[in-house]
């Protein structure tokens, strides 16, 4: 059963004894400073295209009656740019923390979205321990077993699966 929930969660021996003591081993923080890389890149652009409409800052227009500064819509539009690299950013600094939940199984399959035909039928598959819900693959979802016990040990924020382990 071991061997099954590490090929379909995508662990190792090494994963799980890290993500036991709390911590994630070295591959996974490898995992995440590539995810978060991609997010930087297009921070950076972002910036860019702020940058640029800032531009349209530096010859601030006076309102015609009262003389007082206004923004352009270019302004308005780097401002509003900015503010969302900014927000952005703070969300990314995440505390990857391992958390730990330990329980059986209950194993749903959920229609989301009925389709034409029933071949067109969209599942969610949910492995949820202790009320915590995990979306997981179907071919994953066919090695769960209801009712059985089992460790899951996640990232807290994203509530992404790290590592699991069968019980009983």
């Known amino acids: 059963m071991q061997p099954d929930l590490m090929a379909r969660f995508g662990f190792d021996e090494e994963d799980l004894a890290a993500n036991k003591s709390g911590s994630l081993s070295t591959t996974q923080k490898q995992l995440f400073q590539r995810d978060n890389r991609g997010f930087y890149i297009s ?16 010859p601030i227009a006076l309102h015609p009656a009262t003389r ?10 780097a401002l509003v740019l900015l503010a969302i690299g900014l927000i952005g950013s703070l969300f990314t600094q995440m505390n990857y923390r391992v958390e730990k939940v330990r329980g059986p199984a209950h194993l749903e399959k959920v229609l989301i979205l009925r389709g034409e035909t029933e071949a067109l039928d969209i599942w969610s598959h949910e492995f949820i321990v202790n009320q915590l819900t995990f979306h997981v693959v179907e071919t994953t979802f066919q090695v769960l077993r209801q009712g059985d016990v089992y460790a899951v040990y996640y990232a807290k924020h994203l509530r992404q699966i790290l590592s699991v382990e069968h019980i009983t």
Do not use: D, H, N, Q
Request: a negative charge.
């Open 68 to 77: 007082l500064p206004i923004l352009t819509w270019g302004g308005v539009i």
């Open 43 to 58: 921070l950076v652009f972002l910036s860019i295209a702020a940058l640029v409409g800032a531009a349209e800052l530096v």
